[in-house]
Protein backbone atom coordinates (compact mmCIF):
# COMPACT_ATOMS: atom_id res chain seq x y z
CA UNK A 1 0.00 0.00 0.00
CA UNK A 2 3.15 2.54 0.89
CA UNK A 3 4.02 2.08 -2.68
CA UNK A 4 1.08 3.40 -4.18
CA UNK A 5 1.10 6.62 -2.54
CA UNK A 6 4.94 6.97 -3.33
CA UNK A 7 3.59 6.95 -7.54
CA UNK A 8 3.19 10.24 -8.98
CA UNK A 9 -0.68 11.05 -9.77
CA UNK A 10 -0.83 10.10 -13.22
CA UNK A 11 0.71 6.81 -12.46
CA UNK A 12 -1.62 5.98 -10.03
CA UNK A 13 -4.35 5.71 -12.34
CA UNK A 14 -5.13 3.22 -14.59
CA UNK A 15 -4.71 3.18 -18.42
CA UNK A 16 -8.52 4.29 -19.88
CA UNK A 17 -9.52 1.76 -23.03
CA UNK A 18 -9.82 3.08 -26.48
CA UNK A 19 -13.64 2.48 -26.82
CA UNK A 20 -16.37 2.58 -23.80
CA UNK A 21 -18.41 0.21 -25.84
CA UNK A 22 -17.62 -3.36 -25.49
CA UNK A 23 -17.72 -5.99 -28.25
CA UNK A 24 -20.59 -7.91 -26.96
CA UNK A 25 -22.61 -4.03 -27.29
CA UNK A 26 -22.14 -3.44 -30.18
CA UNK A 27 -23.83 -6.67 -32.02
CA UNK A 28 -27.03 -8.34 -31.34
CA UNK A 29 -27.39 -12.52 -32.23
CA UNK A 30 -30.99 -12.86 -33.60
CA UNK A 31 -32.38 -16.04 -31.70
CA UNK A 32 -34.32 -17.13 -34.93
CA UNK A 33 -31.80 -16.98 -37.38
CA UNK A 34 -28.52 -17.08 -35.56
CA UNK A 35 -26.71 -14.02 -37.62
CA UNK A 36 -25.05 -11.74 -35.83
CA UNK A 37 -26.61 -8.07 -36.54
CA UNK A 38 -24.84 -4.87 -36.11
CA UNK A 39 -26.39 -2.78 -33.54
CA UNK A 40 -27.20 0.34 -35.47
CA UNK A 41 -28.51 -1.82 -38.60
CA UNK A 42 -30.85 -3.24 -36.35
CA UNK A 43 -32.12 -0.21 -34.78
CA UNK A 44 -32.25 1.61 -38.29
CA UNK A 45 -34.45 -1.35 -39.38
CA UNK A 46 -36.61 -0.93 -36.08
CA UNK A 47 -35.88 -4.26 -34.49
CA UNK A 48 -36.53 -6.81 -36.89
CA UNK A 49 -33.88 -8.84 -38.71
CA UNK A 50 -32.75 -7.91 -41.80
CA UNK A 51 -32.48 -11.77 -42.47
CA UNK A 52 -35.34 -13.76 -41.39
CA UNK A 53 -37.92 -10.49 -40.25
CA UNK A 54 -37.90 -11.26 -36.65
CA UNK A 55 -39.29 -8.67 -34.70
CA UNK A 56 -37.14 -8.42 -31.55
CA UNK A 57 -38.66 -7.21 -28.03
CA UNK A 58 -38.94 -3.61 -27.43
CA UNK A 59 -38.86 -1.87 -23.85
CA UNK A 60 -41.70 0.91 -23.43
CA UNK A 61 -38.63 3.53 -23.82
CA UNK A 62 -37.35 2.47 -27.23
CA UNK A 63 -41.03 1.45 -28.42
CA UNK A 64 -41.99 5.34 -27.89
CA UNK A 65 -38.70 6.75 -29.14
CA UNK A 66 -39.09 4.62 -32.79
CA UNK A 67 -43.27 5.39 -32.64
CA UNK A 68 -42.27 9.37 -31.83
CA UNK A 69 -39.46 9.34 -34.85
CA UNK A 70 -42.05 7.80 -37.29
CA UNK A 71 -44.38 10.54 -36.05
CA UNK A 72 -41.44 12.94 -37.25
CA UNK A 73 -40.94 11.29 -40.45
CA UNK A 74 -44.15 11.40 -41.47
CA UNK A 75 -44.64 15.22 -40.57
CA UNK A 76 -41.31 15.69 -42.82
CA UNK A 77 -42.84 13.98 -45.38
CA UNK A 78 -46.04 16.04 -45.76
CA UNK A 79 -44.24 19.11 -45.18
CA UNK A 80 -42.22 18.03 -48.14
CA UNK A 81 -44.79 17.67 -50.10
CA UNK A 82 -46.77 20.61 -49.36
CA UNK A 83 -43.96 22.77 -50.50
CA UNK A 84 -43.39 20.66 -53.61
CA UNK A 85 -47.27 21.05 -55.15
Do not use: G
Not at 38 to 51: F, G, R, S, T
Not at 61 to 85: E, F
Amino acid sequence: MKEWYNKKPEERLPEKPLSKKKPHQLWTKCPACQSMIYNVDLEANMYVCPECDYHFRLDAKTRIKLLLMKKVLKRQKNLLRAVIH
